[in-house]
C-alpha cells in the first residue's frame, strides 16, 4: 500500500468518529446550558447573583489561570513557565463561579466526553478488528493539570462521560482499558459522583477521585446534566456557604 493510500485509509476510519465527536461535544454543551439556568434559576441563590456573584462559560481554561489559581494559598512557589501561553480543552468546557467585584473565577464543574471503540461497527462491514483507542490517553493530559490546579482546594469538580464499545464490561479488551480509568482515578469506583476529596487527615494526603462515567451506551443530555448539575451546585456551596 502507497503511503497516499494509507494516509486516505486512516482519514475515512476517523470520519465516523470525528462525526460522532461532534455530536457529542454539541450534547455536553447542551448539558453545560442546562445547568447554568438551572443555578440561575435556583431561588436559593439569587441573592447571589443578585449581588456580587455571576456564572460565566468558557470552552478552554489558560494554563497561566490553573498557576494562578494553586498561587492564591501562597503555599507553592516553584512552576515552570515554559507552556505559560497554552491552553486546555476540555470537551464540555468549564463552567466558572465569577466575583462580579474582583473577577476572580472559581470552577464549578469541567466536563469531558470520550467515545472510544467502532469494533462492533467494524465487524458488521466486515473488517477486521483495531486496536483500542487513545482517547482515554488523552483525557489523562487535562485531568492531571486539573488535579494540580485543584490540588490545595477541598473539591475537584471534574466529570467524564465516555461511552463505547471499548467501555463495555466483562471482555478481556475492555479490562484493559478500564483498568487505564481507575488507575487515572486513584483506585476509586466509576459510575459514581465524587466532588471532595477523600481519605485525608491532618497527618496524610487527601486523595482526589473525580466523576468516572463510563459505559457502552452514549449519554443523553439529561442523564449528563442530572449529573453535572450535582457536581456544579456541590462546588457552588463550597465556595460561597
Known sequence: MSQHDSLRERVEQHKPKNTKSKLNDKDVYKAMELVQKYLKDKKEFQNF???????????????KYMIDFIKRKKIRHDFCYDCIERKIVPDGG????VNKKTNEKFPLVI?????????????KEGKS??????????????LTGIKAMMNYEEITPFVCFGWGCDFAVDTDETLTVRTKIIVMNEFYQLNKIYVFKKDGTSDANSFAPVSMFFREERWSVQEMFDIMKEIAETSFRYYLY
Do not use: D, V
Request: net charge positive; proline share 0%.
Open 111 to 123: 466536563a469531558e466526553i470520550k467515545r472510544q471503540g467502532t469494533n462492533k461497527e467494524r465487524i
Open 129 to 142: 478488528k483495531q486496536a483500542t483507542g487513545n482517547a482515554i490517553e488523552r483525557l489523562g493530559k487535562n
Open 49 to 63: 447573583f443578585n449581588t456580587n456573584w455571576e456564572l460565566s462559560f468558557s470552552s478552554e481554561i489558560e494554563i
Open 94 to 97: 468549564i463552567l466558572y463561579l
